[in-house]
């Protein structure tokens, strides 16, 4: 596989350096709710800031459809200066006149912030004229968003085939941690994937189990799984249509050798809010005006006594609806158990996606996993093997 040039190769000072990076932070009532992504891409910044680069970020922010002020880069300006520690310089569009001048008056070592770049239409069409526009603002291209490299957009992938183009320290560090953790891993490896769908990541089931040993599959689509093994899941979230589509994934597990973990028991309630009158039911006890808002703990027991058989652990998506406490347990349980064994030496653990990040911090293992990524949509591309439009616009020829 070929090898990207890095910021190592790059010849920075008094050059104007377009740097893609991801800040599609989440945000409450107008302020960053979590600057992981954000603190991520502060090493490349102020690398490329000390070596006498201007530093031009380029990044999208949400899915708008045109311009609108919803979607302004220009909320996150605060968190990324504090970030940063150095003023940001924000400029209201990545393209036309106002960014060159904005460019051109400012020292080396500044940063600049142009606009959303998915105000214009061309961004996701990857449309060579917006290549073009966005390529004249710079001389060297730095791609640090390796969260949005599964997309083929002008500013993640267009880019890279006009400018000499160098991968920034989180794009590094994101493709060597989960290059140790998935393209050649210790067996036997574990998959963890919850969340609330199972249509959202159907293709990811089908290609995973075909990769792994182990597939524990939580959150609201083990309960399309359960269904479709005929189980009564009363209220609960599920996709009932999918329950064909769920069956041929479990034949396909077993025809690969691949074992699915299915929650055997479970915490419910009638009502998805905090703190609810709830219970510890069996699977298949669930009454009919209840809701699954958790794995139980003998499903915690299953998965926990399946970690001391496996070498490598894979985690996307949470086991419960963590974010209303007690629907944490699960989740919170098994990320403590996980931690435990990567501290030892046991496991190699690596986790990703936004809210997976979110759970991870909240069970207080962030820092304990072997790596835990900032990309959602392009981690979950990796671990099936996929490859990613973003990287391999990098990988010299
Ligand atoms: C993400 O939030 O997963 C990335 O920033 C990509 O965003 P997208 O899914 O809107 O392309
Ligand atoms: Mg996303």
């Not at 070592?109 to 966005?134: I, M, S, W, Y």
């Not at 999918?242 to 690969?256: D, G, S």
């Amino acid at each position: 596989m070929p090898a990207f040039r890095t910021l190592d190769d790059a010849d920075l000072a008094g050059k104007r350096v377009l740097v893609r990076v991801d800040l599609n932070v989440p945000m409450e009532e107008g302020r960053v709710s979590d600057t992981t992504r954000i603190d991520r891409v502060v090493p490349t910044i102020r690398e490329i800031a000390q070596k006498g680069g201007k530093v031009i970020l380029l990044a999208h922010f949400g899915r708008p459809k045109g311009r609108d002020e919803k979607n302004s880069l220009r909320q996150v300006v605060p968190a990324l200066a504090h970030a940063l520690g150095q003023p940001v310089i924000f400029v209201g569009d990545c393209i036309g006149t106002e960014a060159p001048k904005a460019i051109a008056a400012a020292k080396n070592g500044e940063v600049l912030l142009l606009e959303n770049t998915r105000f214009h239409a061309g961004d996701e069409k990857n449309d060579p004229d917006f290549v073009k526009a966005l390529a004249a603002n710079g001389d060297i291209y730095v791609n640090d968003a390796f969260s949005a490299a599964h997309r083929a957009h002008a500013s993640t992938e267009g880019l890279a085939h006009l400018l000499p183009a160098y991968a920034g320290r989180t794009m590094q560090a994101e493709i060597e941690a989960l290059s140790a953790g998935l393209d050649n891993p210790a067996r036997p490896v574990m998959a963890i994937v919850g969340g609330a769908k199972v249509s959202t990541k159907l293709e990811l089931l089908g290609n995973l189990v075909e990769k792994v040993d182990v597939l524990a599959i939580g959150g609201g689509m083990a309960n399309t799984f359960l269904a479709a093994r005929g189980i009564n899941v009363g209220k609960s979230l599920c996709e009932h249509d999918l329950a064909q589509t769920a069956r041929e994934i479990e034949a396909k597990a077993e025809a690969a050798g691949c074992e699915i973990l299915l929650p055997v028991d479970a915490l419910v309630a009638r009502e998805f809010k905090a703190h609810p009158g709830h219970r510890v039911v069996s699977i298949g006890e669930v009454g009919p005006d209840e809701m699954i808002l958790d794995a139980g703990p003998l499903s915690v027991a299953e998965v926990v006594l399946k970690l001391d058989k496996v070498r490598t652990v894979v985690w996307n998506g949470p086991f419960g609806a963590f974010e209303l406490p007690p629907f944490d347990t699960a989740t919170v349980a098994v990320a403590k158990a996980v931690a435990e064994r990567v501290r030892d030496g046991r496991l190699v653990a690596v986790a990703g996606g936004g809210d997976t990040v979110a759970a991870m911090n909240h069970a207080g293992v962030a820092e304990d996993l072997t790596y835990v990524s900032t990309a959602g949509g392009a981690f979950l591309e990796w671990m099936e093997g996929k490859a990613l439009p973003g990287v391999e616009a990098l990988r010299k020829a």
